[in-house]
């Protein structure tokens, strides 16, 4: 390797989030950089509270300890143990040596806020299929949330994103009362498998696994009901073990959609090159970037603030 430098970053959310009880105003993660043959490439390191096994400092810890080895080696070292820690380097060395170019899909737009700021929003986007996230509202308002948007375009399709928040009855409710057929997938409705399960083989609920897959032991396995998997790449680990899992549930007729974990810019470009690559015929779920106050490195929206290098706190430099 020419040369490679490592940064940690912190970007502020224009609101806080919330994730799994852990409340944030800003991201924060590491940017790993790597330089060879005039080529630069970025891998970026950010475990996401709440659902990531590792803190940020293990992650920053153990980047620190393998930067030698880095230098020396173009291979995922042994000491690479941590899921986001190793999901940065193989990311960096895929994009270092990559050399076809690569084709991507519009990724499934991301709606938040109200109800009537969702229908708003709609209304202004050109796109057939909508994600929503599920459970923070009443279930009577949710299932009219649904009949809004289709009264704005009947033939629209939805990704529902439950995050395990509802009741079997509530899930019950809500799947009887809107026209499952239009909907791509729900994200496990309930906090158990085996209810989940359940509802997908008595009412034909259209199941997806999200928390499922980000288990420490997860291995793919074909479950009756289950239609698609949604996966955190920053959650698995390296690309080798992202894409054996794509290729077993491709293999059974499962599909999957990547999906952010509130990245950086950045990371959320690794990510969709990572979608064209291994699942070209899924649109993937990278619509997180417009939470974040700021760019990295190269910017990507128009009158957003973009930190540099120089506006990052540099751990290890050669």
Not at 52 to 57: D, F, K, V, W
Not at 101 to 129: N, V
């Amino acid at each position: 390797m020419t040369a490679l430098a490592l940064y940690r970053y912190a970007i502020p959310f224009h609101s806080a989030i919330d994730f799994n009880g852990h409340r944030l105003t800003q991201r924060e993660g590491l940017l790993l950089k790597l330089e060879h043959d005039g080529r630069i490439a970025w891998g970026e390191a950010a475990p996401l509270p709440g659902f990531s096994r590792e803190s940020l400092a293990e992650a920053q810890a153990q980047l620190l300890s393998l930067m030698p080895a880095l230098k020396e080696s173009d291979q995922l070292p042994e000491g690479a143990t941590l899921p986001s820690v190793r999901f940065a380097i193989s990311c960096a060395q895929w994009q270092l040596h990559k050399t076809h170019r690569l084709t991507h899909l519009e990724a499934a737009p991301l709606l938040s806020g109200s109800s009537q700021q969702i229908i708003d929003k709609a209304a202004s986007i050109d796109a057939r299929c909508l994600k929503l996230k599920v459970g923070r509202m009443s279930v009577e308002e949710e299932i009219r949330l649904i009949y809004s948007l289709l009264e704005q375009d009947p033939k629209r399709r939805f990704r529902l994103d439950a995050n395990q928040r509802w009741t079997e009855q509530q899930a019950i409710e809500f799947a009887a009362s809107i026209p499952l057929k239009q909907v791509d997938y729900i994200e496990e409705p309930t906090p158990s498998l085996e209810t989940n399960l359940a509802l997908a083989a008595s009412m034909g609920l259209p199941l997806a696994l999200d928390e499922t897959t980000q288990a420490e032991d997860y291995r793919f396995q074909p479950l009756p009901g289950v239609k698609a998997l949604v996966l955190k790449p920053q959650l698995i680990g390296d690309l080798d073990t992202l894409a054996d899992i794509v290729g077993e549930a491709d293999h059974h007729g499962i599909n999957v959609v990547l999906s952010s974990a509130f990245e950086s810019n950045l990371g959320l470009s690794t990510l969709a090159d990572l979608a064209a690559e291994l699942t070209p015929d899924q649109s993937p779920g990278l619509d997180t970037l417009d939470a974040l106050e700021a760019d990295l490195i190269a910017p990507k929206r128009q009158g957003t603030p973009c930190y540099g290098e120089d506006q990052l706190e540099c751990l290890w430099q050669s």
